[in-house]
């Protein structure tokens, strides 16, 4: 985000609530699968919140391909340690399957790690199937 979205400051971390991250496309990924979240009553995703700044928010779109019709931006519920907020997360318009390169599974774990999820959210993360 620092690179993609440089005047967009980190505002915090929460949970998606009955979302669980999953891979699909992997067809019209460049090195496999991409992230993307879907329903399940039963799950919760650790995701990071931005103040994305208008200058920002066109790059972020071009980036993850929103502008090419490859994920759409949905507004969820995050339950953070302050309460509820509204935050929009790019969702893939493709089916759910394919695994991700390790480069890019590594790369989110990482991320996440250094956001402060919880270390068993890491350690299932990290050892998630990959190519």
């Known amino acids: 985000m620092k690179f993609r979205?440089?005047?967009s400051p980190a505002?915090?971390?929460g949970w998606?609530?009955?979302w669980r991250l999953t891979f699909g496309g992997e067809d019209i990924g460049w090195e496999g699968a991409l992230a993307t979240?879907?329903?399940d009553p039963t799950?919760?995703?650790f995701v990071m919140l931005y103040d994305v700044m208008p200058e920002d928010e066109g790059n972020l779109d071009r980036w993850d391909g929103a502008d090419m019709g490859l994920y759409s931006k949905l507004r969820l519920r995050v339950q953070t340690l302050d309460g509820e907020v509204l935050a929009w997360t790019y969702v893939l318009n493709d089916y759910e399957g394919g695994?991700?390169?390790?480069r890019y599974l590594g790369a989110m774990s990482d991320a996440a790690e250094k956001a402060g999820a919880p270390d068993d959210y890491v350690h299932n993360l990290?050892?998630?199937p990959c190519s």
């Open 43 to 45: 799950d919760s995703v």
């Open 16 to 18: 998606i609530e009955g």
């Open 99 to 102: 695994m991700p390169s390790a």
């Open 11 to 13: 505002v915090g971390t």
């Open 5 to 7: 979205c440089p005047h």
């Open 37 to 39: 979240v879907v329903e």
């Open 126 to 128: 990290r050892n998630r």
